[in-house]
């Protein structure tokens, strides 16, 4: 399994820009497609989007469709999340995940195995 870590979570005003990074120190990480997830207090976790260990194939949720784009670096183990025009929301942890494959076309949590610990995502005026 991974050793996943998240980073550039904070606070942004509405409107406002946050880039997310999901970083591995594993030579394995172009092995594994990568998913963006995120969980608001009292709320289910969720899918935002994911993408295929090479970056051919990706996925997003309606609700960040054509706000955010999700891109990978497989010469830095990394993948980033750019998030734009983000949206006045309860604060949302987000979290990176490894699995073996998307799962399909909803990328499905349960097919992601290794977990980071958590971004704190605050939009708010």
């Known amino acids: 399994q991974l050793q996943l870590v998240e980073s550039g979570g904070g606070l942004a005003q509405p409107g406002e820009s946050l880039n997310l990074t999901c970083g591995a120190s594993?030579?394995?990480?172009?092995?594994?497609?990568i998913g963006w997830f995120r969980r608001a207090p009292g709320k289910q976790r969720e899918v935002v989007s994911c993408i295929s260990s090479s970056g051919a194939l990706n996925f997003y949720s309606e609700s960040v469709k054509g706000r955010f784009t999700i891109s990978r670096d497989n010469a830095k183990n990394t993948v980033t999340l750019q998030m734009n025009s983000l949206k006045p929301e309860a604060p949302d942890v987000y979290y990176c995940?490894?699995?073996?494959?998307?799962?399909?076309?909803?990328?499905?949590?349960?097919?992601?195995?290794?977990w980071g610990q958590g971004t704190q995502v605050t939009v708010s005026s």
């Open positions: 995940a490894a699995g073996p494959k998307l799962g399909g076309a909803t990328c499905p949590a349960h097919v992601f195995h290794s």
């Open positions: 594993d030579s394995t990480f172009d092995h594994y497609a």
